[in-house]
C-alpha cells in the first residue's frame, strides 16, 4: 500500500511553476515522500492546470510528513510565495493497491 497525493494549481506562469516545483521536492523529500512530480495538463477538463503529486510509503509516512511540513517555516514561506503566482484548485488523495 502507498499513499499518493495530488495538488493542481492554475497559474500561467510555467518558470514560477517549476521554480516552485523544485523547491518544494526538497522538503517532501525532507519530510519522507518517496519522490515529488510537477506535470502539466494538456487535455481534458483541467487542461493548462499544473499537478503536483507525492508519494509516500504508508499513512504512517504520510502524516509524519505532513507535520513535519505544517511546522518547516521555509516550506510555508515557499506556499506563501506561491499565491503570488498561482491558485489552488484542488487536492485528492489516493490509497494504492497492491496487485
Do not use: C, N
Request: aromatic share 14%.
Amino acid at each position: 500500500m502507498y499513499i499518493t497525493q495530488m495538488t493542481r494549481f492554475k497559474s500561467d506562469k510555467s518558470e514560477e511553476m517549476v521554480k516552485a516545483g523544485k523547491q518544494a521536492k526538497k522538503f517532501f523529500e525532507k519530510h519522507g515522500a518517496e519522490w515529488l512530480r510537477l506535470s502539466r495538463f494538456h487535455s481534458g477538463h483541467f487542461a493548462g492546470e499544473w499537478l503536483a503529486a507525492s508519494r509516500f510509503a504508508s499513512w504512517e509516512t504520510f502524516g509524519k510528513a505532513q507535520e513535519g511540513l505544517a511546522k518547516d517555516p521555509e516550506f510555508a514561506k515557499l506556499m506563501a510565495h506561491m499565491t503570488t503566482f498561482s491558485e489552488l484548485m484542488g487536492r485528492s488523495i489516493t490509497v494504492g493497491v497492491d496487485l
